[in-house]
């Protein structure tokens, strides 16, 4: 990551700006409403101040299911056409294609999933995203209200076959049903994806604690889907726009409260991703990540979450804003060699959070050691290049000792300088009120 004084480049300049603001979206009259998770299942937390677009205009179930159900007879021929091609786009730019394959690659890569995954595809509409599965040679549960949309769903992806010469069938069954009355076993899918589709479900809590139940431990549920502040008013008037026109729910939600649902349901590894994607000039390169993106942090829920594993301890990432992270380090041998113009000590990290505390280079929030003088952002903030990263993970409570060593910039002087650590393009531990660990001169 980036030694610049301007760190966090990404979440954290951006956690610092945006207040993450959706609905209840309780099933009302005319449908069925499952049972959600006892109360007692629930982390508590501060019920988020907004919820999603249609909060305090909940929509009846079965409307609209009914209007999901006849939302391809309600477009016209070019429109129709394209269900069958999509995600190309001939129109100048080709904006729907590049959007809708960086974003589907994407969150599918960041995912992680494991070889021959079974896949739950909420809202599979008319299958393109359904045939990329496949392809990738994973097996699908494609879950979609439409039989319209199924039937060109399943002529796709049945031409797979003689297309590329498969040896076998897809691997890929269709129900016709919404998450919300559907019942599958539990534990039964690696992963389950909402690609455009969130924003469509009707009762957003009973969908979420359902995918809890229906992952594997260590499964992983995949989101992309915009975000919805009273302040998008050019967001709200396009979705009030489309449910005029096809009747289907347009009703996306909060950043909060996603991630107030997520965590009540009992998901961890919380990560929210900012869209960014193309070639990029060695001067564009110095500029910072967001600049480059369609739909920054601010406007989107691209998102992964995890199941815990089987052995009931699941800590909350860094980048939880529910929960604390802080540390202690204590230095138990070395310092500044002022004649190598080096810094060498040997020191013990002890997690006193309550989120666990990665080593995973690359990550967003992974643990490293920086050595500085003077406060982060302050105007004469010097930090020294080459962070170390965290030996291993650290979950509450736990400490380990670590070797870090330093070059000291030319001409920096010697006198002053602290050892920090660093959540990785997220925050500084010494904004958060953890002190700076002096470092002597030997």
């Given at each position: 990551m980036s030694s610049s004084k301007h760190l966090p480049t990404l979440a954290g300049r951006l956690k610092s700006r945006i207040r993450r603001i959706v609905t209840s979206g309780s099933l009302h009259e005319g449908g069925r409403a499952p049972t959600a998770l006892p109360a007692s299942r629930r982390k508590p937390g501060k019920e988020p101040q907004y919820k999603r677009f249609l909060t305090d205009n909940p929509v009846a179930y079965r409307a609209a299911i009914e209007a999901a159900e006849t939302y391809a007879s309600k477009l016209v021929d070019g429109e129709h056409a394209w269900l069958f091609a999509k995600p190309y786009d001939d129109t100048p730019g080709n904006p729907q294609y590049f959007r809708l394959m960086y974003d589907v690659l994407n969150i599918l890569q960041a995912m992680r999933l494991p070889a021959n995954a079974r896949i739950l595809e909420v809202g599979s509409?008319?299958?393109?995203?359904?045939?990329?599965?496949?392809?990738?040679g994973f097996s699908v549960d494609a879950l979609e209200p439409s039989s319209d949309l199924i039937d060109i769903a399943r002529h796709r992806c049945t031409a797979l076959k003689h297309h590329y010469h498969l040896r076998g069938?897809?691997?890929?069954?269709?129900?016709?049903?919404?998450?919300?009355?559907?019942?599958?076993?539990?534990?039964?899918?690696?992963a389950i994806l909402y690609f455009d589709v969130l924003h469509h479900v009707v009762d957003e809590r009973v969908c979420i604690e359902k995918s809890f139940?229906?992952?594997k431990t260590g499964g992983c549920v995949g989101i992309i889907d915009p975000s919805w502040h009273p302040d998008f008013k050019p967001l709200e008037k396009h979705m009030m726009e489309e449910m005029a026109k096809f009747g289907t729910l347009e009703n996306p939600f909060s950043t909060e409260y996603i991630d107030r649902l997520l965590l009540d349901a009992g998901f961890v590894d919380i990560e929210r991703y900012i869209s960014v994607n193309g070639m990029f000039s060695a001067g564009q390169s110095m500029r910072p990540l967001q600049e480059f993106s369609d739909r920054p942090m601010a406007g989107s829920n691209n998102m992964t979450a995890r199941r815990p594993h089987s052995d009931g301890v699941a800590w909350p990432s860094c980048a939880s804003p529910y929960f604390t992270s802080d540390a202690r380090i204590t230095l138990l041998s070395g310092g500044i060699d002022a004649a190598r113009g080096a810094a060498a000590m040997t020191v013990k990290v002890e997690?006193?959070?309550?989120t666990l505390l990665e080593n995973k280079p690359g990550d967003s929030g992974h643990i490293t050691f920086a050595l500085r003088r003077n406060a982060p952002g302050a105007p004469d903030f010097i930090e020294c290049g080459?962070?170390?990263?965290?030996p291993r993970n650290l979950t509450p409570g736990q400490s380990t000792e670590a070797v870090v060593q330093f070059t000291?910039?030319?001409?920096?002087?010697?006198?002053?300088?602290?050892?920090?650590?660093?959540?990785?393009?997220?925050?500084?531990?010494?904004?958060?009120?953890m002190p700076g660990c002096p470092v002597p001169v030997r």
């Open positions: 509409g008319p299958g393109w995203v359904t045939e990329i599965l496949l392809m990738m069938e897809p691997k890929v069954r269709f129900h016709q049903d919404t998450l919300e009355t559907i019942d599958f076993p539990e534990q039964g899918f690696d139940r229906f992952l997690n006193t959070g309550q080459g962070r170390v990263a965290l000291l910039p030319e001409d920096a002087g010697f006198q002053g300088w602290e050892l920090d650590m660093v959540a990785e393009s997220l925050f500084w531990f010494s904004t958060r009120g």
